[in-house]
């Protein structure tokens, strides 16, 4: 079968949505079958940039190449999902946020364009019409289900996958410090924790790894540091490579990931792996769906004080940091996640 998968890139930005896409190629390819990835540049400012990508999605014919048909493709991400084909299954990462969950919050820049609600508009209604030409809609969590219930009235099923190089993942005697791998950005609310660090009894400490969406928000988050007082308890290590990554979550205490409604989120899946107890926040979303409070991590509320003392906890209390790392690792692998179900359902 040749098969593509269509999704959509910030160029220069990247994430755990291009991981998914790798992985995604990389699975099917192994069950024998041709693959490729097609990545539609994105940009989505001013909004009216968003319609003229709507545009030319709709116009792409994807349903040969080179004389050889392409027996099926799957859609990723908005707009890359609105591309026609007469056999199409969706995997759905999640949609134009900024139209759906994030419109009225401080996350959303499209409600401050004067064209911004009929922008809008023009997204739903074409998600809308588009989400019926699907055979079937699966999503990468529950939590994505859920807001497509809730905007577009469409079921659709969860369909869990593995973080990148999954098997890698071990655990260490531990240093003092928690561990937050993520891209700097402001809704995965790095600087949450940041305040949050000035708030703890302990002299808790946070690696930060991940490069930033922009220059001036890491030169934001270094100089709030600063600003605070605490600059010697916050380290950024920038972009690290993989191996460097699994290393830090085998020596850290814990790990610290308290985003905005999150889709899935590696961040939960690979600290599991590497046996580390999660702090995240009540409306954090995908994360949500694998830490058990108190028993595989715990919850905050998406504030400093609460998130502050969820840190003392675990920085006060190592041998039951380790025990619900353990816990968590253990319930990972009862969920028996696996890139061959993915493919099984998808293709």
């Known amino acids: 079968m040749r ?9 220069f930005i990247r994430g755990g949505a291009e991981i998914l896409a790798e992985g995604l190629q990389k699975a099917i390819s192994a069950a024998g079958h041709e693959v490729e990835i097609v990545a539609i540049p994105f940009k ?5 940039r968003i319609l003229d990508h709507m545009l030319a999605c709709r116009l792409l014919d994807l349903s040969e190449c080179c004389g050889q048909a392409v027996d099926k493709i799957i859609g990723l991400k908005f707009p890359a999902y609105l591309i026609p084909h007469p056999n199409k299954v969706m995997w759905l990462l999640h949609q134009h946020r900024t139209a759906y969950d994030l419109w009225h919050t401080n996350y959303c820049d499209l409600i401050n364009f004067p064209n911004g609600p009929q922008v809008r508009e023009a997204i739903i209604n074409a998600d809308n019409k588009v989400l019926k030409e699907y055979k079937s809609i699966y999503t990468i969590a529950g939590n994505v289900s859920r807001r497509l219930k809730r905007f577009n009235q469409i079921n659709s099923i969860p369909l869990y996958h593995p973080p990148q190089n999954s098997e890698l993942f071990y655990c260490e005697d531990i240093n003092d410090y928690l561990f937050f791998p993520s891209r700097l950005t402001t809704i995965k609310r790095q600087e949450l924790v940041i305040k949050a660090l000035v708030e703890t009894k302990n002299p808790v400490k946070v690696l930060f790894a991940g490069k930033p969406d922009t220059v ?6 270094k100089d709030l540091a600063k600003k605070l007082h605490i600059a010697k308890r916050v380290v950024f290590l920038g972009q690290i490579s993989e191996e460097e990554k699994i290393r830090t979550y085998a020596k850290s205490i814990g790990v610290i990931y308290p985003p905005l409604d999150e889709d899935y989120g590696y961040v939960t899946l690979e600290a599991m792996l590497a046996s580390k107890p999660v702090i995240t926040c009540m409306d954090s979303g995908g994360s949500l769906e694998f830490v058990r409070h108190e028993e595989t991590g715990l919850f ?16 006060e209390n190592r041998s039951w940091a380790q025990a619900l790392g353990k816990a968590g690792r253990d319930y990972y ?3 028996n996640i696996s890139w061959s179900t993915v493919v099984q359902k998808l293709v």
Do not use: F
């Open 333 to 335: 692998h009862s969920l």
């Open 216 to 221: 001036s928000h890491g030169e934001h988050l």
């Open 300 to 315: 905050a509320e998406p504030n400093s004080k609460s998130l502050a003392a969820a840190m003392d906890q675990l920085w």
């Open 3 to 11: 098969v593509l998968i269509v999704t959509t890139q910030v160029p």
């Open 44 to 48: 989505w400012y001013p909004p009216e």
